[in-house]
């Protein structure tokens, strides 16, 4: 302990002795150490860290799909039967996500994000309540019996100002009133990682708050809306799990052969269920291999800026080293071993990248809060919960890459330096009257390395800013620089279909009336959007389907001259217009890839039909083909362009759409008189994400932006650490050199001037 006191005091002497360039090479350092930090802690906190559950490592997810989409939901009997048979878990419970809610009354209401879960759902993961309860058995028996609520430690802050007195108190959601039971603990929001869920509701109260499907929603075996999971039994193990589900799902099988059909009556794919362990869900498993890539290329990227920060490090260490040996020849000639001198020269190493490492950590706190800030303005009810503070993991993380870049970046110059023979070292030394500084091959090595990745990581970032710039929305092929976007909720209880459609015409001629309004626009998801795609299975007349060919395609619901509006163009037929009503032909519209693949042997599509089914009925109904649409990149962010349709609103039920308002001035100007117009029409739908298009696309192309803002960051911080570290080289080594080109001047020439 005492030697290494001593080389820590060495070492500190050493540091102090050449302040300028320890503080170049500590303040390079801490950036790579500070940007590997910031980027593992967001890792961390998405990828790796465990739900915040009673022992996460013996919960297990159930899905049900099939070959090419495995990780689908599930009915609820189906669960129900599962929960009965099952006999390797000691608790099976099923949540349904992203379930929106209406918070309050008329005057007073809010958007609110929540789940819908089986009565155990807490007590199967472990999860006591911050204040009262969770849900009894008796809560989760008979439809709308016990209408009660846990809410979320977040609301209960924000909404109630933290009252304990909230307990046993009436809520209004969705129009119907529920007892808070219990407040959720602050460290649980939800099973959907990085999204806070804020009220979770019984399955049993569902129907009541979702009138539209009722309770066909607990009884339809069609109505596949749940994820399982469950907790194994002390000694059992996921392989056991798997067995026993495979039995129970070949004996469910035989019993209702058509819940366990996929795709339609010419595609038929059989479904399987699939475990999965919690440390395989905290990103759904679909999405994982994705999460996982695109945390690796974060990962390589800083840990690229910290090999050009280290590159600093090692080229002071050589510089220091040549300029050190006639000192280190004189501690071997005295007796001192080669090893004790390599250790002394590690030790001064380590304690740069130590408090480099220490630096670090405040960095990546400044650098985590600085992400954080400019996250654009999610849509009403969505709330971010990424917990990214440094835990121990992280702690432990950030010390070992401390350590290991010390020793690493150490370990080249320490023997370097030892390896020459004494005697020579002491004989150049001290005999030399001309100069004997060289310049160092690796040093120069090390400086062209730096720049080389510096260049390479600029690169990079150019390259991904530009495919950014490729999916904005004036290059998705669409028009959208005059556009306001407004969501339409209506709810269940009050509106019926023909009620539906009559409200979507009402807005839109209320709308279109705005001064400065040039088109109006509705459709149920927006183009362009990751989130907002849906698809539909389908079936097209003529064609036969492959085995296990998924027939699901991308589709939306559409309202009149909404592809004439976007300025998307009808290659043949026409857009959809008010003719295109219930009590008239069904209609749809197809793009060109569609009538590619489906449609290659026609003379022409129009006039072929495919089938659609409205609210998850049975009953089919052939529509016919009206128009062909071009190849645009407007329908998703994705560089193939998928075979898509679209049905007509009026001639559909459906109760959320979006708004789409085209504007020839300001489209700023216009969020204030739609809101206005929208709450006049119905004074109850709560109207807050009313928002330019752009400002839409700012929250929906946030992580890949934020992907190409870090990137981008890297290589500016990559390309100014390698100017740092050539200044820092090079003037240590005119500074050495400058010591004997003086001397061999003033020998040589004296005090004339004409040398």
């Known amino acids: 302990m005492d030697i290494l006191l001593n080389d820590l005091r060495y070492a500190v002497r050493m540091m102090w002795k050449s302040k300028v360039v320890t503080v170049i090479a500590v303040l390079s350092l801490a950036a790579g150490i500070g940007a590997n930090t910031a980027i593992f802690s967001v890792v961390n906190a998405i990828l790796?860290?465990?739900?915040?559950?009673?022992?996460?490592?013996?919960?297990?997810?159930?899905?049900?799909?099939?070959?090419?989409?495995?990780?689908?939901?599930?009915?609820?009997?189906?669960?129900?039967?599962?929960?009965?048979?099952?006999?390797?878990?000691?608790?099976?419970?099923?949540?349904?996500?992203?379930?929106?809610?209406?918070?309050?009354?008329?005057?007073?209401?809010?958007?609110?994000?929540?789940e819908v879960v089986s009565g155990n759902y807490f007590d199967v993961l472990g999860i006591a309540a911050h204040k009262g309860r969770t849900f009894l058995a008796e809560e989760d028996s008979v439809p709308n019996r016990n209408p009660v609520v846990v809410i979320g430690y977040g609301l209960w802050q924000r909404r109630f100002n933290s009252d304990p007195g909230v307990i046993g108190t009436t809520v209004t959601i969705n129009n119907q009133p529920l007892t808070v039971v219990g407040v959720a603990p602050p460290q649980y929001t939800g099973m959907l990682r990085g999204l806070a869920s804020e009220v979770w509701v019984p399955a049993m109260t569902a129907p009541l708050l979702d009138p539209g499907l009722g309770e066909a929603r607990l009884t339809n075996r069609g109505a596949k809306w749940v994820t399982l999971i469950g907790r194994l039994r002390s000694g059992a193990t996921i392989d056991d799990a798997r067995a026993r589900f495979e039995l129970l799902s070949r004996q469910m099988k035989a019993a209702h052969p058509e819940e366990w059909q996929g795709g339609n009556a010419d595609s038929v794919r059989e479904l399987f269920v699939s475990l999965v362990p919690e440390k395989a869900t905290r990103v759904h498993p679909s999405?994982?291999?994705?999460?996982?890539?695109?945390?690796?290329?974060?990962?390589?990227?800083?840990?690229?800026?910290?090999?050009?920060?280290?590159?600093?490090?090692?080229?002071?260490?050589?510089?220091?080293?040549?300029?050190?040996?006639?000192?280190?020849?004189?501690?071997?000639?005295?007796?001192?071993?080669?090893?004790?001198?390599?250790?002394?020269?590690?030790?001064?190493?380590?304690?740069?990248?130590?408090?480099?490492?220490?630096?670090?950590?405040?960095?990546?706190?400044?650098?985590?809060?600085?992400?954080?800030?400019?996250?654009?303005?999610?849509?009403?009810?969505?709330?971010?919960?990424?917990?990214?503070?440094l835990d121990l993991r992280v702690l432990v993380y950030t010390t070992a890459l401390s350590i290991a870049t010390g020793l690493l970046l150490g370990l080249a110059p320490a023997l370097h330096c030892t390896k020459a023979a004494v005697s020579t070292v002491l004989r150049d030394e001290g005999t030399s009257v001309t100069p004997r500084y060289r310049t160092s091959r690796v040093?120069?090595?090390?400086?062209?390395?730096?720049?080389?990745?510096?260049?390479?990581?600029?690169?990079?970032?150019?390259?991904?800013?530009?495919?950014?710039?490729?999916?904005?929305?004036?290059?998705?092929?669409?028009?959208s620089e005059s556009m306001v976007v407004a969501p339409v909720v209506l709810d269940e209880s009050d509106y019926t279909r023909r009620d539906g459609q009559l409200f979507y015409e009402r807005l839109s001629a209320s709308l279109a009336a705005l001064p400065g309004v040039e088109a109006v626009s509705l459709v149920d998801g927006m183009p362009g959007g990751f989130m907002s795609r849906s698809r539909r299975s389908t079936e097209i007349e003529g064609y036969s389907s492959r085995p296990d060919e998924d027939m699901e395609i991308d589709a939306s619901i559409a309202g009149p001259h909404y592809f004439t509006n976007m300025r998307v163009p009808v290659a043949q037929g026409r857009d959809f217009d008010e003719r295109d009503r219930d009590g008239a032909p069904c209609v749809a519209i197809v793009n060109e890839v569609f009538t590619r693949r489906y449609l290659a042997g026609a003379a022409s599509p129009l006039g072929r039909r495919l089938a659609k089914r409205d609210g998850g009925s049975s009953a089919k109904q052939m529509c016919e083909i009206v128009g062909v649409i071009r190849d645009d990149a407007w329908q998703s962010l994705q560089k193939e362009?998928?075979?898509?349709?679209?049905?007509?609103?009026?001639?559909?039920?459906?109760?959320?759409?979006?708004?789409?308002?085209?504007?020839?001035?300001?489209?700023?100007?216009?969020?204030?008189?739609?809101?206005?117009?929208?709450?006049?029409?119905?004074?109850?739908?709560?109207?807050?994400?009313?928002?330019?298009?752009?400002?839409?696309?700012?929250?929906?192309?946030?992580?890949?932006?934020?992907?190409?803002?870090?990137?981008?960051?890297?290589?500016?911080?990559?390309?100014?650490?390698?100017?740092?570290?050539?200044?820092?080289?090079?003037s240590y080594s005119v500074a050495q050199r400058a010591r004997w080109a003086f001397a061999w001047r003033w020998a040589r020439c004296g005090v004339t001037s004409s040398c």
């Open 48 to 114: 790796l860290r465990p739900r915040a559950v009673s022992e996460p490592e013996r919960l297990v997810e159930v899905y049900m799909g099939d070959r090419q989409t495995p990780y689908q939901t599930i009915s609820y009997p189906t669960y129900l039967e599962f929960r009965e048979r099952n006999e390797v878990f000691t608790g099976l419970a099923a949540y349904g996500l992203a379930w929106q809610f209406k918070l309050g009354g008329p005057t007073d209401v809010e958007q609110v994000w929540g």
């Open 287 to 389: 999405m994982r291999g994705t999460a996982f890539a695109l945390a690796g290329l974060l990962l390589v990227v800083v840990a690229l800026v910290l090999l050009i920060a280290g590159m600093n490090l090692a080229s002071m260490l050589f510089a220091r080293a040549v300029a050190r040996r006639h000192e280190i020849a004189v501690r071997l000639a005295l007796g001192a071993g080669r090893g004790r001198i390599v250790r002394q020269l590690l030790t001064e190493s380590v304690v740069v990248s130590v408090i480099a490492g220490a630096l670090g950590l405040v960095l990546a706190i400044w650098g985590i809060h600085l992400l954080m800030a400019f996250m654009p303005a999610l849509p009403e009810g969505i709330r971010v919960a990424i917990d990214v503070q």
């Open 443 to 479: 040093r120069s090595s090390l400086l062209i390395a730096q720049v080389a990745c510096s260049v390479l990581l600029l690169i990079g970032s150019g390259l991904v800013l530009r495919s950014l710039e490729n999916v904005r929305p004036a290059q998705l092929g669409f028009h």
């Open 641 to 730: 362009v998928r075979p898509y349709f679209a049905l007509a609103l009026l001639q559909s039920d459906r109760r959320r759409m979006t708004v789409l308002v085209s504007t020839s001035g300001d489209p700023g100007s216009l969020i204030s008189p739609v809101r206005q117009t929208i709450r006049a029409l119905d004074p109850k739908m709560p109207v807050t994400d009313v928002q330019t298009l752009d400002q839409y696309f700012d929250v929906t192309l946030y992580p890949f932006r934020l992907v190409g803002v870090v990137i981008g960051a890297c290589g500016v911080l990559a390309l100014l650490l390698a100017a740092i570290g050539i200044y820092g080289v090079v």
